[in-house]
């Protein structure tokens, strides 16, 4: 997309501090997640309303998954709260205890420092959306429970590491 | 409502960190606001997420205005940024640059010690949804911009002042 044509999207959506259309912010796919972790991502697609709305204490996403897609890497996180809040089509939550199929309307809740590594997929035939929110801390420590994968965040900025402590490269 | 029904209610709507139905939390109405301040708030209902999502870092509360009803007294947070989004209805954001009408969809944020004294007023005839987030601070200052009223959070608890200094009784 043009770079004229997606400011004026955002000028559009954007009347500081109100948010008119989340869904024409610009649409991020894919992760940060190191070669081969990043595969299978394509079909998350988030929005990020944090900066729109001039919040810096914690984050407001609109993600959506398409069918297929998930949310993340199934991880946990040391220090920052998360939650998600559903606004429409079913997603299947999967944490320690199981699977939980949400739908609009339904929430969770994954506090800080709670070793329930979970994730959202999407395994419906249709998009499914949610808000999902989150503490922005300075330093954080994500634990991945499938994969040999460790992330670290310093001063804003994630980096990852095999469980050995080897740096991705 | 006796107490065990709304224990069963709570649990049927809570499997945590899961809230399947957040409609069936308890329902607060009214402020704490002092008299005569808390007068018109009863057609506000809060319902608390947060410690059903086990958040400590953040509140989530599920908001419903009935007709008439508003937020809250025109304010703004020194420390705590805050944000809504409109899941149903139709709301009037009364903010220092006018007033908005927000419908489901759109989000306003409110940035910590940005002078923006804001409220949302229900102006329709039915009721409007809402979700509300926001920081939770132990130390806190809401400045009020139409009456005589300053909030002052110590350990987590508010306590009230006229302008002047001199404490509500």
């Known amino acids: 997309m043009p770079c004229r044509r997606l400011n004026n999207l955002v000028a559009d959506a954007i009347s500081m501090p109100i948010l008119k259309n989340p869904a024409d912010l610009p649409a991020r796919r894919g992760t940060i997640y190191p070669t081969p972790l990043d595969e299978g991502f394509n079909g998350r697609i988030k929005r ?13 996403n609109l993600t959506t998954l398409e069918p297929g897609a998930k949310s993340s890497l199934r991880h946990w996180h040391a220090h920052e709260d998360e939650c ?6 079913v997603l299947t ?12 309307g339904m929430a969770a809740g ?16 249709d998009p499914a959306t949610y808000l999902e929110i989150g503490t922005r801390s300075e330093t954080e420590s994500a634990t991945y ?5 460790r992330a670290e965040k310093q001063g804003g900025v994630y980096r990852f590491f095999h469980k050995d402590g080897t740096p991705y490269a």
Chains 1, 2 share one sequence.
């Open 145 to 149: 429970a499938d994969v040999d994968l």
């Open 110 to 125: 994954f506090p800080a420092g709670d070793a329930n590594a979970h994730h959202l997929i999407n395994r419906s035939a």
């Open 48 to 60: 990020a309303m944090t900066g729109a709305l001039g919040l810096t204490q914690f984050g407001v």
């Open 93 to 104: 939550l999967v944490q320690e205890d199981g699977e939980h199929v949400l739908t609009a």
């Open 84 to 89: 998600i809040y559903v606004l429409s089509g």
